[in-house]
């Protein structure tokens, strides 16, 4: 079945630094979608993809879908305490209407 | 209003105990969903209803009873638990079934089952 792995499991970086999450799947994605989610807390959405090579940016957030849709990252420039949490990527293989989520990166941010 | 609201926050449970586990949202959306999460991991799609008909069962064991008495509700009925099934439990919601919409998620309800 289709599989989508992150990497990073894990990364802790000091306030300031720049961090980036990278969502491999082993199938070609019809679209995939972002969510964050804080300690304690659900997850949240953030952005969607869709075209081949796409890059949205949010504030400091800049998310890219890879040209032969199987890959996505997310980058976040010069970090801060508030962007803590799990970051999810959530991808569909098109032949059915389920997301299916990515393993998850946690991201700690050191002030 | 564009939460999704669950209850109980907490649930402890026997496994001999039936409980339900509620999930509402007032959006308007026609699809909704449960997911399992065990720490650490992501979530894991359990039950799809669209326009309140049952769509997806991940082949979750029968002791895990969904029901959507309205479009507004969903509910996961739950019997003879084991303790692997302690998690947090998260409801969800989107404009309707489609792998393209938002999924709005409730802030989920942490089970344990002793």
């Known amino acids: 079945g289709q599989q989508v792995m992150q990497i990073p499991q894990y990364q802790h970086v000091q306030e300031g630094e720049d961090f980036t999450t990278y969502c491999n799947s082993s199938?070609?994605?019809?679209?995939i979608q972002w969510y964050k989610q804080r300690p304690g807390g659900h997850p949240v959405f953030l952005i969607q993809l869709v075209k081949s090579g796409e890059v949205k940016k949010q504030k400091r957030l800049t998310f890219q879908f890879g040209e032969a849709k199987k890959n996505s990252s997310l980058h976040i420039t010069a970090t801060q305490t508030t962007d803590v949490g799990t970051y999810f990527c959530?991808?569909?293989?098109?032949?059915?209407?389920?997301?299916?989520f990515g393993t998850g990166t946690l991201l700690a941010v050191q002030p | 209003d564009t939460e999704v609201t669950q209850t109980p926050k907490h649930l402890v449970m026997g496994m001999t105990n039936k409980k339900s586990l509620k999930c509402e949202q007032h959006?308007?959306?026609?699809?909704m969903y449960w997911y399992k999460q065990k720490a650490k991991k992501p979530p894991e799609l359990m039950f799809v209803y669209s326009y309140e008909k049952l769509s997806i069962n991940e082949s979750v064991p029968s002791r895990f009873s969904p029901e959507c008495p309205n479009s507004s509700l969903l509910n996961l009925h739950l019997h003879a638990l084991q303790p692997e099934d302690s998690a947090l439990y998260l409801c969800?919601?989107?404009?309707?079934?489609?792998?393209?919409?938002?999924?709005?998620f409730g802030p989920g309800t942490r089970l344990t089952v002793l």
């Open positions: 959006m308007g959306h026609r699809a």
């Open positions: 969800a919601s989107s404009q309707d079934w489609s792998s393209y919409n938002e999924q709005f």
């Open positions: 959530a991808g569909s293989d098109g032949a059915t209407n389920k997301l299916i």
């Open positions: 199938t070609t994605l019809s679209n």
